[in-house]
């Protein structure tokens, strides 16, 4: 399914479709990314 919306089609077109593979999965991890006040990602859980 998002193979089929505007933002699969990108990153599929531009070489990245294991991340959107990934990115389908369903509780896949225990952590997420979390955007910090300084524009960097942590890992949370």
């Given at each position: 399914?998002?193979?089929?919306?505007?933002?699969?089609?990108?990153?599929?077109?531009?070489?990245?479709?294991?991340?959107?593979?990934?990115?389908?999965?369903?509780?896949?991890?225990?952590?997420?990314?979390?955007?910090?006040s300084?524009?960097?990602?942590?890992?949370?859980?």
């Open positions: 399914m998002l193979y089929d919306c505007g933002s699969g089609w990108e990153l599929a077109a531009r070489g990245f479709t294991e991340d959107v593979t990934l990115a389908a999965q369903w509780n896949h991890s225990q952590t997420v990314p979390v955007l910090r300084d524009l960097a990602y942590e890992a949370s859980r």
